[in-house]
């Protein structure tokens, strides 16, 4: 039986298509990435016969000139695969990068090193993926003449412009879990358990996971709480026969007037701060101001791992479409977010260096408050 072939489709008169595409996937992984690699490169080589090539580690590979291509059957049964089959890095800064010399790490500006070889796998334009670290690294790239489109990623959920960024879905259900199973050891044992969550400084893991698992308080970066307030609930729920406490803390979460907790600094990441501890501080505090036995559980990141939810894939698959007709259609410097339940893109530069936060009026919390949740305020 003769093998079949998919051949290339010719442009319309008049309108030059992308014939080589690179992707990449920057920042952290995070469910839905290979989602969103199959959707863009199948989508351009059925509708285009573009040419996918895969840019290994992110940035990395573009300054390192580490790339190959992707055949349609590289990102075949790929759907389900949590994390990205390109690989990824959230160190790499192509204008200010760590370069290997001599044995030794020197670090520079290296965007031309990436736009040399972006010239040299004579590429038409990237799709990079990734937050708003990555978005404002491709704002710069597309200053120096590289056509990209942009697509939202990030577990945190706080990405300007986009109501849901894929990866969330997935991170707020396996807190969620987490949650409903410590209820019972809580239960058991009379204690108050903390579970910390990621989100960096925005609190939408934290929120949306604690109301789902029925947390009794939950603290989060834009609400800086108060230990009285915390310790208040506990005592209370002691003194009328409930001896289970269970909080949901962001990692980001903060003490009123307090600073954020920081685990520890990577020196050679370009953002430096890993937030984490907050958890073991707030279980210290209940602790000892309540007599209650406390005890701190940092989820990490199991959040960010194992297959996508169902949302997640279908969401990381309208993404990658919209942004092959982005491509195909020649309207780079754009990236897809997500209004309402349509998928629109804006500029990538009104995502780049911002952080969406949970509004305080926001109607999850309100809802929160409504059956009694506490955000560790005295109001």
Same mark, same amino acid.
Not at 97 to 112: A, E, M, W
Not at 264 to 275: A, G, K, N, Y
């Given at each position: 039986?003769?093998?079949?072939?998919? +051949?290339?489709?010719?442009?319309?008169?008049?309108?030059?298509?992308?014939?080589?595409?690179?992707?990449?996937?920057?920042?952290?992984?995070?469910?839905?990435?290979?989602?969103?690699?199959?959707?863009?490169?199948?989508?351009?080589?059925?509708? +285009?016969?573009?040419?996918?090539?895969?840019?290994?580690?992110?940035?990395?590979?573009?300054?390192?000139?580490?790339?190959? =291509?992707?055949?349609?059957? %590289?990102?075949?049964?790929?759907?389900?695969?949590?994390?990205?089959?390109?690989?990824?890095?959230?160190? &790499?800064?192509?204008? %200010?990068?760590?370069?290997?010399?001599?044995? /030794?790490?020197?670090?520079?500006?290296?965007?031309?090193?990436?736009?040399?070889?972006?010239? /040299?796998?004579?590429?038409?334009?990237?799709?990079?993926?990734?937050?708003?670290?990555?978005?404002?690294?491709?704002?710069?790239?597309?200053?120096?003449?590289?056509?990209?489109?942009?697509?939202?990623?990030?577990?945190?959920?706080?990405?300007?412009?986009?109501?849901?960024?894929?990866?969330?879905? +997935?991170?707020?259900? !396996?807190?969620?879990?987490?949650?409903? =199973?410590?209820?019972?050891?809580?239960?058991?044992?009379?204690?108050?358990?903390? @579970?910390?969550?990621?989100?960096?400084?925005?609190?939408?893991?934290?929120?949306?996971?604690?109301?789902?698992?029925?947390?009794?308080?939950?603290? !989060?970066?834009?609400?800086?709480? @108060?230990?009285?307030?915390?310790? &208040?609930?506990?005592?209370?729920?002691?003194?009328?026969?409930?001896?289970?406490?269970?909080?949901?803390?962001?990692?980001?979460? =903060?003490? /009123?007037?307090?600073?954020? @907790?920081?685990?520890?600094? @990577?020196?050679?990441?370009? &953002?430096?701060?890993?937030?984490?501890?907050?958890?073991?501080?707030?279980?210290?505090?209940?602790?000892?101001?309540?007599?209650?036995?406390?005890?701190?559980?940092?989820?990490?990141?199991?959040?960010?791992?194992?297959?996508?939810?169902?949302?997640?894939?279908?969401?990381?698959?309208?993404?990658?479409?919209?942004?092959?007709?982005?491509?195909?259609?020649?309207?780079?410097?754009?990236?897809?977010?997500?209004?309402?339940?349509? !998928?629109?893109?804006?500029?990538?530069?009104?995502?780049? %260096?911002?952080?969406?936060?949970?509004? =305080?009026?926001?109607?999850?919390?309100?809802?929160?408050?409504?059956? &009694? +949740?506490?955000?560790?305020?005295?109001?």
């Amino acid at each position: 039986m003769k093998k079949k072939t998919r +051949t290339k489709k010719k442009s319309p008169r008049g309108k030059k298509h992308v014939r080589r595409l690179g992707i990449l996937t920057g920042g952290g992984d995070c469910p839905g990435l290979n989602a969103v690699i199959r959707a863009v490169a199948k989508t351009l080589i059925t509708e +285009t016969g573009a040419e996918i090539i895969g840019i290994r580690d992110g940035f990395y590979g573009l300054v390192m000139n580490q790339m190959r =291509r992707l055949d349609y059957v %590289d990102v075949s049964g790929i759907l389900t695969r949590g994390g990205t089959i390109l690989g990824s890095s959230n160190k &790499d800064n192509p204008f %200010d990068f760590y370069l290997p010399v001599g044995g /030794k790490t020197v670090r520079k500006d290296c965007s031309k090193m990436a736009l040399a070889n972006y010239r /040299k796998w004579k590429l038409d334009a990237l799709v990079c993926l990734g937050g708003d670290g990555t978005m404002s690294v491709v704002n710069r790239l597309i200053k120096m003449g590289m056509n990209i489109v942009g697509v939202p990623k990030t577990i945190d959920n706080d990405l300007a412009e986009t109501d849901q960024t894929f990866g969330f879905d +997935t991170a707020m259900s !396996i807190v969620t879990e987490a949650v409903d =199973r410590v209820h019972s050891t809580a239960a058991s044992h009379h204690r108050c358990l903390i @579970v910390e969550t990621m989100g960096r400084y925005a609190g939408w893991i934290a929120l949306y996971a604690g109301v789902a698992g029925g947390a009794d308080v939950i603290l !989060i970066p834009e609400i800086p709480f @108060v230990p009285g307030a915390v310790c &208040d609930v506990v005592s209370t729920r002691y003194k009328h026969g409930k001896y289970a406490t269970i909080i949901v803390a962001a990692e980001g979460a =903060r003490i /009123k007037g307090g600073k954020v @907790v920081v685990e520890r600094e @990577v020196t050679d990441s370009h &953002d430096p701060i890993r937030l984490g501890g907050i958890g073991k501080v707030v279980a210290d505090i209940v602790e000892r101001q309540t007599g209650v036995e406390s005890r701190a559980i940092v989820l990490g990141h199991v959040q960010r791992g194992g297959t996508p939810t169902a949302f997640d894939r279908t969401l990381a698959t309208r993404y990658g479409y919209h942004a092959a007709q982005l491509v195909k259609n020649g309207k780079f410097g754009r990236i897809p977010v997500l209004k309402g339940d349509r !998928i629109t893109d804006v500029p990538i530069s009104r995502i780049a %260096d911002k952080v969406r936060n949970v509004p =305080r009026n926001h109607q999850m919390i309100k809802a929160a408050r409504g059956v &009694d +949740t506490s955000f560790g305020v005295d109001s």
